[in-house]
C-alpha cells in the first residue's frame, strides 16, 4: 500500500513535472532562440576598379589618364570614392601592397560627392499639423575636385629617382643571405630581356580610407626619346592643308623597303626594329589648365591628328577654315617592347587661313536678242562660298568690257535694256566670292549680240 501513490499525490506529481517537459521541448525545437552569435562586419563599398588606365611618354614625362569610377565594386551606384590615386613603380613589385608600400604616389585626384537626389513632389494634402510647404534644403557647398565619370590627366617627369629600379628590403635582405634565399615571383615580372620599365596604376578610395581593386597596370619603358622632328612647315589650298618636315638624325630607318608596284613583296628572316614614325598634333589654345584647388595640375596631351603613328614625313589636314589659325606640332615616335615612346615636339608652325583662291569662271553664258534688249543666261557655279555675278559689256570691237552690275547679282540670268539698236555688244560674267577682300574669277567666254 505504501507503494501506491494516492490519486491525489499523482496529479499532483504530473502538475510539477508538465512545465518542466514543456520547457524542454521549447528548447528542442528553438536550439537558436536567445543565444547571441558573433557580431557582423560591417558593409564596406568600395570603387570598381578603374579599368580606362592610359599612359603615353612623351620626351621626359609620362601622362596617365584615367576615368573616375561612377560605381562601387558590388554594382551599385553611386560610387562611394574620395580619391582616386594614381602610383608608380620602377620595377616589377612583388605584390600590390610592395607597390603601395615603396611605390611613388604620383598623383592624388580628389572627387566630389554626387548631388543629393532631389525630393518628390508631395501628392497628398498637408495635414494640419505641419506647413503646406518645407523650407528648401541647404546646399551643399562646392567641393573641390572632379566628378565621378570625368576623364582626367596627370602627369609625372621622369626625374633620376623614377630611372633607378626599387629594390625593397626584401629582396635586400634576400640578396645578402644568397642565392638560395627563396624570393617570391613578382607581381607584374619584365618580359626577358625587355628595357626596365616603370609601372603605373590608379585605384578608388572610398571615403572611410578604404582601396579599391588597382586598375590593370600599364609599364612605361625607360629608354632615351628619340630626337623631335625639325623644318616643319605649312602649305594649304582651299580644301587641304599640307604638313611636311623633316626626320630627325638618328631616327630608324626600315631595314627592308615595303612591297609596291616596282618592288616585290618579302619576308625578312630577322628580327628588325620597326622604323620610326611621327605624330601630328595641334596645340590648342591653352595646353595647360587647372582644377579646383585641392586637385593636381592636369595637363591635356594633344590628341594625335592621325589615326595610327605615320611612316611618311608628310600629312594632309583636311579641316581649312579661312579665317582661323592652326599651330601644329610633330613627335617622333619609336616602338618599344610594343609600346610607343614619343619625342618632345617639333618646333610649332602656325597658319592662318586666308582666302585667295577665286571661283572657277562661270560657262555656258548664252545672249538672246529681244526688241529694246538682250537677254543673258549661264550655268550656275557650285563654290560653297560664293557671293554672286558681276556682268560686263563693251561695244564691238572693242576690248574693255565695263560692270552693268555695280555689286554682284545672285541669279544666273540678266536682261540688258540699255541697249541701243543696231549696236554689236560684247557680254562676259565674273564670279565673286564672300572673301574680304573679294575673290575674282577669270572672265567666262565672251558672246555677242546684235541689239534690235
Known sequence: MNALLPPFGLRSGVRRLAPVTVVLIAAAAFPGCGKKGPPLAPLVRVPASIDTL?????????????????????????ADIARVEVWGFTGSPRDIATLYRYGTLVATVAVKRPPEPEEEPRKEPPSAQEPAQKPPRARRPEEPGFDQGADVTVTEPLTPATLVRVVTPEEKRALAAGPSTAVAPPLWPTPAGGPLARLYVAVGVNHGGHRGAPSP???IPLVAPPAPPSALTVTYTEKVATLSWRAPAGARKAVQEAGGPDVLPSKPIFVQAQASAYNVCELPAASASAPPPGGPIVLKLPVPLNEKPLETTTFEDPRVEFGAERCYVVRTVDTVGGLHVESEPSPKACVTFVDTFPPSAPRGLTAVASEGAIDLIWDPNTEKDLEGYLVLRGEAPGETLQPLTPKPIHETTYRDTSVRPGVRYLYAVVAVDKAMPPNRSAMSARVEEVAR
Open 54 to 78: 592610359a599612359a603615353r611618354r612623351v620626351g621626359d614625362a609620362v601622362f596617365v589618364e584615367f576615368r573616375i569610377p561612377t560605381a562601387n565594386q558590388d554594382g551599385t551606384q553611386p
Open 217 to 219: 597596370r600599364i609599364a
